[in-house]
């Protein structure tokens, strides 16, 4: 299956991003969070703030916490310690319609994208707005037209998850991300399983949605050449400390080479070898 153009018109839907925040004001703040698993920390104190209209990553190696610290971001997990603030609204700790609303303010697209196999495109996409929304069917389906539409799928809502590429499944998972006209787009490696001019595609997709319609997405990501490409500001988590290695934009971070992990990381290189053993001496 070929890729749609990646270059598709933007969708003309409202600007999904909320109005309390001016640009470039944090609208998701992490204070002090503790994650981890039935009581069991993962990362410790972790602090930092998202600006609106910023792709901010989180990075770091394997089993330093990443993808952990996403599903606290979106309320999935409950922390240890600490709290979310969302648009300046506290859901770690709301309940109810309160978090419901929150809940609501946010959209996310799972590494595998996690679409439903006996859906077509335009019913995954429609499924939040039947679960969150009073729109008429008539009025989802126009709504899922407009997102698939927004991310280069035009033509394709009556197609199912399998008979369209892994890199058209992830689009369309982020047009159901976006049904609900989110604040903010947390996209869990996107990259993940495809091939390199199909992620570059991704990441045009994903620049577009930012610089066009202001989206503020969250990418947890370890793809290099997307780091470098989409990504506005990053933190470094370490498995070691369990917190924030370094924080910046991704050319502060690949300049850090005081910090080895951070060297290797942006050259993807191997930690050095020891030294080779001398020759021996000839005898006399």
């Known amino acids: ?52 209209g910023e792709v901010f990553g989180i990075l770091g190696g394997s089993g330093s916490g990443k993808s952990t610290l996403l599903k606290h971001m979106i309320g999935l997990l409950p922390p240890i310690a600490g709290r979310v603030l969302v648009d300046g609204a506290d859901l770690t700790h709301a ?68 008979e369209i590429s892994g890199g058209m499944r992830k689009r369309a998972a982020i047009a159901r991300a976006m049904a609900l006209d989110p604040r903010v787009l947390f996209l869990d490696e996107p990259s993940a399983g495809l091939d390199p001019v199909t992620s570059q595609d991704l990441d045009k997709l994903i620049l577009r949605l930012s610089n066009v319609l202001g989206i503020t997405f969250v990418i947890v990501t370890h793809e290099l050449a997307s780091i470098m490409a989409v990504v506005d500001r990053a933190i470094m988590l370490d498995k070691e400390t369990r917190g924030i290695l370094a924080t910046g934009t991704p050319a502060d971070l690949r300049a850090r080479t005081d ?26």
């Not at 910090?259 to 000839?282: D, G, K, N, T």
């Open 1 to 52: 299956m070929n890729e749609p153009a990646a270059n598709a018109p933007p969708s003309p839907a409202a600007d999904p991003v909320s109005a309390h925040a001016a640009p470039g004001e944090p609208i998701v703040v992490v204070e002090d969070l503790t994650t981890g698993y039935d009581g069991v920390a993962i990362t410790t104190g972790v602090s930092f703030a998202v600006r609106r």
């Open 95 to 162: 309940q109810g319609k309160t978090r419901r609303a929150i809940l609501r303010g946010i959209g996310v697209m799972y590494q595998q994208g996690a679409l439903f196999g006996s859906m077509t495109l335009a019913e995954n996409v429609e499924l939040p707005l039947s679960e969150h929304s009073d729109l008429a069917s008539y009025a989802r389906n126009r709504v899922a037209l407009t997102k698939l539409h927004a991310v280069g799928l035009a033509g394709y809502e009556d197609y199912y998850p399998d």
């Open 259 to 284: 910090i080895p992990f951070l060297r290797r990381f942006f050259a993807r290189a191997e930690p050095e070898s020891p030294p080779a053993p001398a020759a021996p001496q000839s005898p006399a």
